[in-house]
């Protein structure tokens, strides 16, 4: 019997994984404390025979690790993954990510748990200079405290994975989209969209360039490296990054036409006057994925489609609009 | 009347910008908590005029922030500095260097508090390939708990900079040498050599390469940077990284063999295995300092006189083994 413990569980990223594991014949392990995550994205799992969920706080509860015992990698995904909050609460990304992500390694430690995948951000890497951008740019300097937290989440990951041989990959993200997708741009819009169908109000001056990833390419690349292919990566590596997005990108202006013409609309836009539509807000995001590309990923879904699939879900599941 | 904070003031590096700073002319407000700072250290400036000491704990303080009103620069030194305890105790980097930062942070952020200078290490760059190591190499893998945690306060740092416009500079260190040095190999060499003149026990096999920097000079460089030039530079940046070192290096074993001749000894020598003395121990250290010399900034100090000058002091200060 092979055990797995997801973290963030009833997330958007946490859901999909779960599911994925289940698949796979893992016994998995679910935790989730519904601050971000929310029962309905469970539906689809919580009854299987082989999952086990577990509501609790990961960063208060007590006995933590006994929840670690047996298993054979972690998926921490449950982080706070509002990039644009942590100026109002400067505390929250250092609570919700370094903390717990100490705290999962400090089971991880104690229980003897050797493997890892952990989800990071392409918002950790600043504003880059260099696109598309690759895994080994320089020391970033760091625009928002979310990006700050999950790049010191790296660090203390890849210093556990060398001083307790903990094999650890970590993936940094670009936005992802797809079903269950609970919070950004596209779930925005829609719902101003709902509330004004003749205009919509935007963040920024629309010219920002972003890149996307549907969810199910970013489960088969998670799955890849840390199921499929580690027997052999592990040999070379104890800690490893991958950039996971989609080889290109688009303008927020053209993201919200393309959002409201899927909806049969036709809105007016409202801009603002700059580029960043918040303290943090990184204007270009484009990440290299050759490196992961290398080891045979390659995204099905490309970002208009994404798009377009995020809006069809969010219009199918008009509760998302009422929490 | 210009005030500033000194946390650590009765650390190594803390009493030494402490003192330079009221010769500057400031008014220093210095706090400490004595667990790793020593009452002994504060002797030659407890009672200037212009200098306030609190004895409190960053950590747990309530009120913190009140000290930080009207603060000009706050020299954020208190910190864990010792690199090999993170294996055993593995929440005290966290801790001390981690959540005080950010604590710091936002005691600045409430006090408006606009310029910062704050103490990293070599350590944090884990096993770099390049030597030479610049200011600007690849996101680096760490391979200790400390250096993890003190790259995860540079990045809580850079982004409070953009978030929040604090001018801030963060020096990554080589081990320092000096008067008031008050843990590392020297001490402990010293030591064991006080305790059996006759055979010296070494952590690893000798051959690790080490640079090191006379605190006299990393005084110079913070205060050439932080308050000198600063004028210039803060026009440009917000937030600003420099390797300080010396641009050398020395194998333990030849240091080892320094600190015996000093003390008119000749032990026989008894080393380990392998390379590294414990888990993350880096066993090549040679920073770049092209970036800080290009400020007009140069040591005065080779490594072998910063060593000699070390033994020296400790064997004037007996009280320092007592302790």
């Given at each position: 019997m092979k055990r797995a413990i997801v973290t963030g569980c009833a997330g958007f990223v946490g859901s999909h994984v779960t599911q994925k594991l289940l698949q796979l014949g893992y016994h998995v392990t679910g935790i989730d404390n519904f601050r971000s995550g929310k029962s309905e994205f469970l539906r689809d799992f919580l009854n299987h025979e082989n999952f086990l969920f577990k509501k609790l706080d990961l960063n208060s509860c007590k006995n933590l690790e006994d929840y670690f015992a047996d298993a054979e990698i972690v998926y921490h995904l449950a982080a706070n993954a509002d990039v644009r909050g942590g100026v109002e609460d400067t505390y929250v990304d250092l609570q919700f990510n370094v903390l717990m992500t100490h705290r999962i390694l400090e089971c991880m430690r104690k229980q003897g748990v050797k493997r890892l995948c952990f989800a990071s951000t392409a918002a950790a890497l600043g504003e880059p200079k260099i696109f598309p951008t690759p895994e080994d740019i320089s020391v970033p300097t760091q625009t928002s405290i979310y990006g700050a937290s999950k790049m010191s989440c790296e660090h203390f990951i890849s210093s556990y994975s060398n001083c307790f041989e903990i094999e650890a990959y970590a993936f940094r993200f670009v936005s992802l989209l797809g079903?269950?997708?609970?919070?950004?741009?596209v779930i925005d819009f829609v719902k101003r969209l709902h509330e004004n169908p003749r205009k919509l109000k935007i963040l920024g001056d629309g010219s920002a360039k972003k890149s996307y990833l549907h969810i199910d390419d970013c489960v088969k690349a998670l799955v890849l490296v840390c199921e499929e292919l580690r027997p052999a990566l592990q040999k070379r590596i104890k800690f490893d990054v991958y950039n996971l997005g989609y080889d290109g990108y688009i303008r927020v202006r053209d993201s919200a036409k393309l959002i409201a013409r899927e909806m049969h609309l036709d809105p007016e836009f409202e801009f603002e006057k700059?580029?960043?539509?918040?303290?943090?807000?990184?204007p270009f995001v484009h990440l290299s994925i050759e490196k992961i590309k290398n080891l045979g990923w390659e995204p099905k879904f490309n970002i208009q489609d994404s798009i377009k699939s995020t809006v069809n879900w969010l219009l199918a599941e008009p509760w998302m609009f009422k929490k």
């Open positions: 079903p269950r997708y609970p919070h950004g741009h700059q580029i960043r539509g918040w303290k943090g807000d990184n």
